[in-house]
């Protein structure tokens, strides 16, 4: 997960985690355990451990986030 988690530094992403939750923001940095996500203006660690999925948040063909994502 750590390699995979590297592909997405500074890009827009949810994060899912084992819980069905879900975090959404921007990867600034990413550690052997950790990622920094930035969430509006606080920064967030987040226990690569628990996290099951990254997805890059998705764009419509203009390049605005989409309103409703669902999954």
Known sequence: MLELAKNFIDKECIIYTFNNSSIQGTIKEISKNALLL???????????????????????KNGKKKSVVLD
């Open 38 to 60: 930035e969430t509006g203006n606080t920064v967030e660690a987040v226990n690569l451990d628990f996290v099951v999925r990254i997805r890059e948040y998705p764009r419509k």
